[in-house]
Protein backbone atom coordinates (compact mmCIF):
# COMPACT_ATOMS: atom_id res chain seq x y z
CA UNK A 1 0.00 0.00 0.00
CA UNK A 2 1.68 3.30 -1.09
CA UNK A 3 -0.79 5.07 0.91
CA UNK A 4 -1.86 6.66 -2.28
CA UNK A 5 -5.45 6.92 -2.22
CA UNK A 6 -7.78 7.07 -5.56
CA UNK A 7 -11.66 7.01 -5.54
CA UNK A 8 -13.94 5.63 -7.33
CA UNK A 9 -11.77 2.50 -8.19
CA UNK A 10 -13.69 2.38 -11.48
CA UNK A 11 -16.09 4.76 -13.48
CA UNK A 12 -18.39 4.05 -16.31
CA UNK A 13 -20.32 6.92 -17.80
CA UNK A 14 -21.57 7.78 -21.36
CA UNK A 15 -19.88 10.36 -23.75
CA UNK A 16 -20.80 14.29 -23.29
CA UNK A 17 -20.57 13.76 -19.91
CA UNK A 18 -18.26 15.28 -16.88
CA UNK A 19 -16.44 13.36 -14.08
CA UNK A 20 -14.38 14.11 -11.18
CA UNK A 21 -11.60 12.23 -9.78
CA UNK A 22 -9.97 12.36 -6.24
CA UNK A 23 -6.82 11.45 -5.12
CA UNK A 24 -5.24 11.97 -1.25
CA UNK A 25 -1.44 12.03 -1.22
CA UNK A 26 -0.04 10.37 1.14
CA UNK A 27 0.59 12.25 4.92
CA UNK A 28 3.30 15.04 4.69
CA UNK A 29 3.76 14.78 0.37
CA UNK A 30 2.65 18.34 -1.23
CA UNK A 31 3.40 17.67 -4.47
CA UNK A 32 0.30 15.62 -6.86
CA UNK A 33 0.86 14.53 -10.17
CA UNK A 34 -1.90 13.22 -12.53
CA UNK A 35 -1.45 10.44 -14.95
CA UNK A 36 -2.95 9.22 -17.83
CA UNK A 37 -2.60 5.53 -18.78
CA UNK A 38 -3.81 3.96 -22.32
CA UNK A 39 -2.57 1.13 -23.98
CA UNK A 40 -1.94 3.45 -27.34
CA UNK A 41 -0.48 6.34 -25.24
CA UNK A 42 1.12 4.46 -22.71
CA UNK A 43 1.83 6.46 -19.12
CA UNK A 44 1.19 9.93 -19.74
CA UNK A 45 1.73 13.17 -17.40
CA UNK A 46 -1.24 15.26 -17.17
CA UNK A 47 -0.13 17.91 -14.44
CA UNK A 48 1.65 18.76 -11.20
CA UNK A 49 0.48 20.83 -8.14
CA UNK A 50 2.75 21.48 -5.29
CA UNK A 51 1.60 23.01 -2.11
CA UNK A 52 -1.98 24.07 -4.15
CA UNK A 53 -0.40 25.78 -6.78
CA UNK A 54 -0.07 24.07 -10.17
CA UNK A 55 3.78 23.19 -10.96
CA UNK A 56 4.23 21.59 -14.46
CA UNK A 57 1.79 21.05 -16.95
CA UNK A 58 1.95 17.79 -19.42
CA UNK A 59 -0.25 16.64 -22.28
CA UNK A 60 -3.48 17.81 -20.64
CA UNK A 61 -6.67 18.37 -22.78
CA UNK A 62 -8.81 21.98 -22.36
CA UNK A 63 -11.27 19.73 -21.39
CA UNK A 64 -9.48 18.47 -18.12
CA UNK A 65 -8.87 20.41 -15.09
CA UNK A 66 -7.05 19.98 -11.72
CA UNK A 67 -6.95 21.86 -8.39
CA UNK A 68 -5.46 21.08 -5.35
CA UNK A 69 -7.17 22.00 -2.18
CA UNK A 70 -5.61 23.14 1.10
CA UNK A 71 -5.99 19.52 2.79
CA UNK A 72 -3.75 18.78 -0.37
CA UNK A 73 -6.32 15.98 -1.97
CA UNK A 74 -6.44 16.92 -5.28
CA UNK A 75 -9.15 16.50 -7.93
CA UNK A 76 -9.09 16.13 -11.98
CA UNK A 77 -12.26 16.89 -13.82
CA UNK A 78 -12.88 15.19 -17.20
CA UNK A 79 -15.66 17.35 -18.89
CA UNK A 80 -17.37 16.50 -22.67
CA UNK A 81 -16.00 13.02 -22.52
CA UNK A 82 -14.99 11.12 -25.54
CA UNK A 83 -14.39 7.78 -26.23
CA UNK A 84 -10.91 7.80 -26.33
CA UNK A 85 -10.72 9.48 -22.43
CA UNK A 86 -11.22 5.79 -21.67
CA UNK A 87 -8.39 5.03 -19.56
CA UNK A 88 -6.35 4.54 -16.17
CA UNK A 89 -6.29 7.65 -14.53
CA UNK A 90 -3.42 7.36 -11.97
CA UNK A 91 -2.53 10.23 -9.22
CA UNK A 92 0.99 10.11 -7.55
CA UNK A 93 2.09 12.45 -4.77
CA UNK A 94 5.96 12.53 -3.31
CA UNK A 95 7.34 15.14 -1.17
CA UNK A 96 9.08 17.22 -4.31
CA UNK A 97 11.05 19.66 -2.12
CA UNK A 98 14.21 19.03 -4.44
CA UNK A 99 12.43 20.55 -7.66
CA UNK A 100 14.64 18.46 -9.68
CA UNK A 101 12.47 14.91 -9.99
CA UNK A 102 14.74 13.07 -7.58
CA UNK A 103 11.80 12.78 -5.09
CA UNK A 104 10.11 9.28 -5.27
CA UNK A 105 6.72 9.23 -6.44
CA UNK A 106 4.08 7.05 -4.65
CA UNK A 107 1.38 5.83 -7.24
CA UNK A 108 -2.47 5.16 -6.30
CA UNK A 109 -4.55 2.47 -7.37
CA UNK A 110 -5.89 4.26 -10.34
CA UNK A 111 -9.00 5.00 -11.58
CA UNK A 112 -9.97 3.10 -14.23
CA UNK A 113 -12.91 5.54 -16.28
CA UNK A 114 -15.01 3.79 -18.97
CA UNK A 115 -16.80 6.07 -21.33
CA UNK A 116 -19.59 4.08 -23.60
CA UNK B 1 10.79 13.23 -27.50
CA UNK B 2 12.46 12.29 -24.30
CA UNK B 3 10.66 8.81 -23.84
CA UNK B 4 12.39 5.95 -22.59
CA UNK B 5 12.09 2.72 -25.04
CA UNK B 6 12.21 -0.50 -23.10
CA UNK B 7 13.52 -3.53 -24.80
CA UNK B 8 11.98 -6.02 -25.17
CA UNK B 9 8.63 -5.26 -25.32
CA UNK B 10 7.53 -8.88 -23.25
CA UNK B 11 9.75 -11.43 -21.69
CA UNK B 12 8.65 -14.97 -20.63
CA UNK B 13 11.17 -16.85 -18.50
CA UNK B 14 11.45 -19.69 -15.85
CA UNK B 15 11.20 -19.05 -11.96
CA UNK B 16 14.96 -19.05 -10.80
CA UNK B 17 16.22 -18.00 -13.96
CA UNK B 18 17.78 -14.35 -14.69
CA UNK B 19 15.70 -11.09 -16.37
CA UNK B 20 17.59 -8.20 -18.07
CA UNK B 21 15.20 -5.45 -19.10
CA UNK B 22 16.81 -2.22 -21.43
CA UNK B 23 15.81 0.60 -21.64
CA UNK B 24 17.29 3.34 -24.66
CA UNK B 25 16.67 7.30 -24.75
CA UNK B 26 17.69 10.70 -26.83
CA UNK B 27 19.19 13.60 -24.70
CA UNK B 28 20.93 14.05 -21.51
CA UNK B 29 19.37 13.32 -18.30
CA UNK B 30 19.58 14.14 -14.48
CA UNK B 31 18.37 10.40 -13.82
CA UNK B 32 16.78 7.79 -14.18
CA UNK B 33 14.27 5.64 -12.33
CA UNK B 34 12.77 2.21 -12.66
CA UNK B 35 9.05 1.14 -11.67
CA UNK B 36 7.07 -2.05 -11.52
CA UNK B 37 3.48 -2.36 -12.74
CA UNK B 38 1.39 -5.77 -11.69
CA UNK B 39 -1.54 -5.67 -13.78
CA UNK B 40 -4.06 -2.99 -13.69
CA UNK B 41 -2.43 -1.42 -10.31
CA UNK B 42 -0.51 1.50 -9.57
CA UNK B 43 3.30 1.66 -9.99
CA UNK B 44 5.74 1.25 -7.58
CA UNK B 45 9.21 2.99 -7.53
CA UNK B 46 12.03 0.69 -7.94
CA UNK B 47 15.21 2.07 -8.12
CA UNK B 48 16.69 5.40 -9.03
CA UNK B 49 20.16 5.72 -11.05
CA UNK B 50 21.73 9.43 -10.85
CA UNK B 51 23.61 10.53 -14.12
CA UNK B 52 26.75 10.57 -12.83
CA UNK B 53 26.29 6.75 -11.37
CA UNK B 54 27.11 3.33 -12.65
CA UNK B 55 25.61 0.81 -10.96
CA UNK B 56 23.14 0.45 -8.38
CA UNK B 57 21.72 -2.77 -5.98
CA UNK B 58 18.69 -3.35 -4.46
CA UNK B 59 18.11 -6.47 -3.43
CA UNK B 60 17.73 -8.85 -6.05
CA UNK B 61 18.27 -5.55 -8.66
CA UNK B 62 20.58 -4.43 -10.58
CA UNK B 63 20.52 -1.21 -12.42
CA UNK B 64 23.31 0.12 -14.72
CA UNK B 65 23.28 3.00 -16.24
CA UNK B 66 25.88 4.18 -19.49
CA UNK B 67 25.20 7.87 -20.19
CA UNK B 68 27.70 7.97 -23.43
CA UNK B 69 25.14 4.46 -25.02
CA UNK B 70 22.13 6.72 -23.32
CA UNK B 71 20.94 3.57 -22.33
CA UNK B 72 20.05 1.43 -18.67
CA UNK B 73 19.26 -2.01 -17.93
CA UNK B 74 17.35 -3.48 -14.86
CA UNK B 75 18.34 -7.54 -13.75
CA UNK B 76 16.47 -9.02 -11.50
CA UNK B 77 18.03 -12.17 -10.46
CA UNK B 78 17.11 -15.49 -9.09
CA UNK B 79 12.92 -14.69 -10.60
CA UNK B 80 10.11 -15.62 -8.60
CA UNK B 81 6.70 -15.91 -10.15
CA UNK B 82 5.77 -12.69 -7.68
CA UNK B 83 7.92 -10.16 -10.18
CA UNK B 84 5.59 -10.98 -12.91
CA UNK B 85 4.96 -7.68 -13.61
CA UNK B 86 5.18 -4.76 -16.40
CA UNK B 87 8.68 -2.52 -15.85
CA UNK B 88 9.19 0.89 -16.85
CA UNK B 89 11.97 3.09 -17.40
CA UNK B 90 11.35 6.84 -16.19
CA UNK B 91 13.96 9.97 -17.31
CA UNK B 92 14.22 13.04 -16.01
CA UNK B 93 15.91 15.06 -18.63
CA UNK B 94 18.83 17.69 -17.31
CA UNK B 95 18.10 21.18 -17.46
CA UNK B 96 14.43 20.79 -18.21
CA UNK B 97 11.30 19.62 -16.46
CA UNK B 98 12.27 17.18 -13.67
CA UNK B 99 8.89 15.57 -14.54
CA UNK B 100 9.67 11.73 -15.42
CA UNK B 101 8.60 10.76 -18.71
CA UNK B 102 7.71 7.05 -19.20
CA UNK B 103 8.74 3.96 -21.75
CA UNK B 104 5.84 1.71 -22.28
CA UNK B 105 7.21 -0.83 -20.30
CA UNK B 106 8.20 -4.34 -21.05
CA UNK B 107 5.94 -7.28 -19.81
CA UNK B 108 8.05 -9.74 -17.68
CA UNK B 109 5.91 -13.11 -17.06
CA UNK B 110 8.01 -15.70 -14.49
CA UNK B 111 6.11 -19.26 -15.21
CA UNK B 112 6.63 -21.26 -11.63
Known amino acids: DSGVTQTPKHLITATGQRVTLRCSPRSGDLSVYWYQQSLDQGLQFLIQYYNGEERAKGNILERFSAQQFPDLHSELNLSSLELGDSALYFC???????????????FGPGTRLTVL | SQQGEEDPQALSIQEGENATMNCSYKTSINNLQWYRQNSGRGLVHLILIRSNEREKHSGRLRVTLDTSKKSSSLLITASRAADTASYFCATVASGGSYIPTFGRGTSLIVHP
Open chain 1, 92 to 106: ASSVESSGIGTDTQY
